[in-house]
C-alpha cells in the first residue's frame, strides 16, 4: 500500500514536471516561431562602408539566418567587383589590358554592361573606365595630390568605354589597349545592395531597408502603414538634413562632394571625376536618384552629379520611373517633376559656397 501511493505521488509528480516542460515548450514555439512587430536590426562594416540592414516580419532565428546570407553573399560579390581585391574579375581584366581577353563570372558581364548603358545615356559623363584618372588622383589609395597637365593629358585617350569589349556568350572582357583599367565603385554598390534584398525574397519578410553608406534599398510597408522617409544630408553640414524623400518601394542612392575628397592649395577635390576634363566634375554638390532598382540609382547619382544641373535634371525627366533631387554649389534644391509632392525641402541654401 505504501508502495502504491510511493508510485501514485511519483505518477502525480512526474505529470506535473511534463506540464511545466510543456508549458515552456509552448512559451519558447511561441516566442521563437512567432513573427515580430518590431524591426530587428544588423550593421557590418565591408565595400569601405557601413552597411546597415533593418528587417520587420521576422522571428529572431529568421532574422539571424536571413542577416548572414545577405552580408555573405554582398561580400561575395565584393570579392568579384573590387579591382582592389588581387584575383578579383575586375583586378585581372586590368591586369590582361592590351593583352588578353578574361573569363570573368555572369555578375561581372551583367553590372559592366549596365555600366555601358549608363554610359551611353549619359554621352560618357559615367565612364567606368575611369580608374587611371582615379589613380592619378590617387582617389582608392590614403596619397591624394592633384595631377599634372601633362599626366592628365597621357591618361585621358585611356578612358573610353567605347573601347571595353563584353563577350556575352564567352563570357570575357577584353580592355584592348595596356594601361585601360575598370573602376565599378560608382555602380557596384549598388548592385551589391540589390543582391541583399533578393537574399531576402525566400524570408516572410513584411518590410526590408538596407543602407550602405547612403546606397538604400527598400521593400514593402512598414506596419504602421508609414511611407518611408529618406533624409539627404545637406552637403555643406553633412549631419543635418537638407531634404526629406518620402516613398514606398524603391531605392535611393546618393553621391556627393563632401563624401570623400581632399585639400591641397587651400581647395577641396572629390571623388567624382569628369572624364572629359580629367577633373573633380561640374556645379553641384549632391545628387540623389530614385529609381526602382539600386543599380540604377547608384550609377545614375553618379552620371548626373558629372552631368551637372541643367543636363543632369534633362536626363532624369527623359528617364521613366527614375527621379532626383540636385543640390547645386549654391546650395539651392531642385527636384524633378515626379518627386516634386513626395519631397520635402527642409533647408534651402542660397548664396551659400
Ligand atoms: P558614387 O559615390 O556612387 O557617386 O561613386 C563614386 C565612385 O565612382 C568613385 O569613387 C569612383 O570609384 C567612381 N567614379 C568617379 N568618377 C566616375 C565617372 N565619371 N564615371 C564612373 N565612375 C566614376
Ligand atoms: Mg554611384
Known amino acids: 500500500m505504501y508502495l502504491e501511493r510511493g508510485i501514485k505521488q511519483m505518477n502525480v509528480k512526474l505529470l506535473k514536471i511534463a506540464v511545466i516542460f ?78 588578353e581577353a578574361v573569363k570573368v563570372n555572369e555578375e561581372t558581364i551583367f553590372v559592366l554592361q549596365k555600366a555601358l548603358e549608363v554610359a551611353e545615356l549619359s554621352e560618357g559623363a559615367f565612364d567606368p573606365t575611369i580608374a587611371p584618372l582615379l589613380e592619378l588622383w590617387g582617389f582608392g589609395t590614403d596619397e591624394n595630390r592633384v ?45 551589391i545592395v540589390d543582391r541583399g534584398r533578393l537574399a531576402a525574397e525566400k524570408f516572410p519578410v513584411t518590410a526590408l531597408f538596407i543602407n550602405a553608406g547612403g546606397d538604400i534599398s527598400i521593400k514593402g510597408t512598414k506596419p504602421t502603414g508609414d511611407r518611408w522617409r529618406i533624409a539627404v544630408q545637406d552637403p555643406r553640414s553633412p549631419e543635418e538634413w537638407a ?4 516613398m514606398n518601394e524603391g531605392s535611393v542612392a546618393t553621391s556627393g562632394d563632401y563624401q570623400r575628397f581632399f585639400e591641397e ?23 540623389s536618384i530614385v529609381a526602382p532598382d539600386t543599380l540604377m540609382s547608384d550609377a545614375l547619382s553618379t552620371a548626373v552629379f558629372v552631368l551637372g544641373l541643367e543636363k543632369g535634371l534633362e536626363l532624369l525627366e527623359s528617364l521613366d520611373g527614375v527621379d532626383g533631387v540636385i543640390i547645386d554649389k549654391q546650395g539651392k534644391i531642385h ?19
Not at 572582357?173 to 549598388?190: N, R, T
Not at 531634404?243 to 518620402?246: K, L, R, S, T, V
Not at 527636384?335 to 520635402?344: A, I, K, P, Q, Y
Open 22 to 99: 510543456m508549458i515552456i515548450a509552448l512559451i519558447s514555439v511561441n516566442i521563437l516561431g512567432c513573427s515580430s512587430p518590431e524591426n530587428q536590426t544588423k550593421t557590418a562594416f565591408f565595400m569601405d562602408t557601413q552597411i546597415d540592414i533593418s528587417v520587420y516580419g521576422l522571428n529572431k532565428d529568421q532574422f539571424d539566418s536571413l542577416s548572414e546570407k545577405m552580408f555573405d553573399e554582398m561580400m561575395e560579390m565584393e570579392n568579384i567587383f573590387s579591382r582592389y581585391i588581387s584575383g578579383s574579375d575586375i583586378n585581372r581584366i586590368n591586369e590582361a589590358a592590351g593583352r
Open 147 to 191: 595631377p599634372t597637365s601633362e599626366e592628365l593629358r597621357k591618361v585621358l585617350p585611356l578612358i573610353n568605354y567605347r573601347a571595353v569589349q563584353v563577350n556575352e556568350e564567352d563570357s570575357t572582357v577584353f580592355l584592348p589597349e595596356a594601361g585601360m583599367k575598370i573602376d565599378l565603385g560608382g555602380i557596384a554598390k549598388g548592385f
Open 265 to 287: 592649395g587651400g581647395e577641396l577635390f572629390h571623388h567624382i571625376i569628369d572624364p572629359r576634363t580629367g577633373f573633380p566634375a561640374g556645379n553641384v554638390s549632391s545628387v
Open 243 to 246: 531634404a526629406i524623400i518620402e
Open 335 to 353: 527636384v524633378t517633376s515626379g518627386l516634386v509632392d513626395d519631397t520635402e525641402i527642409l533647408l534651402q541654401g542660397g548664396g551659400r559656397g
